[in-house]
């Protein structure tokens, strides 16, 4: 069961402003990184569903995290039905992120109250995902979509709308300034922010001290 309601999720994805995405599958390597990041400020992180058996990962590095970070909202990401979106839910996850929009997976997320993010590449298709009771949309991939220009574009028109760009967010303050000043919800971030060469060595403070200057510039352009 979902530690963090719906409205929590929503409400702390626009408090810290940063989503770090991340797969990998050394659990223990897992752990670490989402440590770094709980130390450095971060409390919403997706999980993606990318590999074979990434819901015993998930299951375990939810558990684990319950009792060493338990202000971390731990969700998953990259799941592109409804099926799987189910794994998850009876594994504890607080949210669903998906690259696409699956009304199946809409209505079994629904059903539990458990937030959900589908991915979107037009405002027709945003505005679908409100009817499908979707709070905060997600933009994918956000620089191929239409980058911080799509994001203003959208808000126009539909000014209520919640905007997760993923996918070409950058951390540094001139990418993220173009993305908070467009009007985004929060911005997704994956490689950007866990460097291949950093995961080799082994440099968590590394990542820690980036999701710190992350969020500082986050909280500057608010």
């Not at 074979?52 to 202000?71: H, R």
């Not at 009876?90 to 690259?99: H, I, R």
């Amino acid at each position: 069961m979902a530690r963090f309601t719906r409205i929590e999720v929503t409400q702390k994805m626009k408090e810290t402003g940063i989503v770090p995405v991340f797969y990998h599958k050394d659990i223990e390597l897992c752990k670490k990184v989402v440590k770094a990041c709980y130390e450095g400020g971060i409390r919403v992180f997706e999980f993606t569903n990318r590999g074979d058996f990434a819901t015993l990962l998930f299951a375990e590095l939810n558990q684990w995290a319950i009792l060493e970070c338990p202000d971390m909202i731990l969700g998953v990401g990259s799941v592109i039905d409804g099926p799987t979106a189910a794994m998850y839910i009876a594994l504890g996850t607080n949210f669903v992120v998906s690259p696409l929009i699956d009304e199946e997976m809409a209505r079994i997320c629904n059903k539990r109250k458990i937030a959900w993010s589908p991915g979107c590449g037009s405002v027709t298709e945003i505005g679908r995902a409100h009817e499908l009771g979707c709070e905060v949309v997600k933009i994918f991939p956000g620089s191929s979509v239409g980058g911080a220009g799509f994001v203003s574009g959208v808000l126009g028109p539909m000014p209520y709308a919640s905007i997760m760009p993923t996918g070409g967010v950058t951390p540094d303050e001139e990418n993220l300034g173009k993305w908070f000043k467009a009007g985004v919800h929060c911005v997704g971030m994956g490689s950007q922010l866990f460097p291949k060469e950093i995961l080799a060595s082994g440099d968590f403070g590394f990542i820690r001290e980036t999701c710190r200057k992350c969020l500082a510039i986050v909280q500057k352009l608010k």
